[in-house]
Nanobody, 126 residues
Framework: QVQVAESGGGSVSSGGSLALSCVFS????????MAWFRQSLGKERELVAD???????RYDDSVQGRFTITRDSAENTLYLQMRSLKPEDSAVYFC????????????????????WGRGIQVTVSS
């Protein structure tokens, strides 16, 4: 059983910075892909950034150059550093992890796939 604990987030003015972290505890193998998603009111959950078992990263175009995803594999911890925040970045952010062979399903946020955090609110005011 994997437990997920998220922290960070909050409120900031446009142009500010925030950091999120997520600890996955419990039985976890080494070939794990991790990601951050976000969901704002009335919209579908969207993939923000992901990092694979080899620490290769990918970003949605909307956050490229402003967000940085990293991981500490020894501690099963995932991070998201957010800079130059914009009001449109406001959303509930979710961390997620899955065995990499199932990444194709997690990236689509398919129900029942992977381990998910409960979500952290990020609010950016103009």
């Amino acid at each position: 059983q994997v437990q997920v604990a998220e922290s960070g987030g909050g409120s900031v003015s446009s142009g500010g910075s925030l950091a999120l972290s997520c600890v996955f505890s419990g039985a976890f193998n080494d070939n794990v892909c991790m990601a951050w998603f976000r969901q704002s009111l009335g919209k579908e959950r969207e993939l923000v950034a992901d990092i694979d078992a080899g620490d290769s990263t990918r970003y949605d175009d909307s956050v490229q150059g402003r967000f940085t995803i990293t991981r500490d594999s020894a501690e099963n911890t995932l991070y998201l550093q957010m800079r130059s925040l914009k009001p449109e970045d406001s959303a509930v952010y979710f961390c997620a992890a899955v065995s990499c062979p199932q990444w194709w399903a997690l990236r689509r946020a398919m129900p029942g796939v992977g381990y998910w955090g409960r979500g952290i609110q990020v609010t950016v005011s103009s």
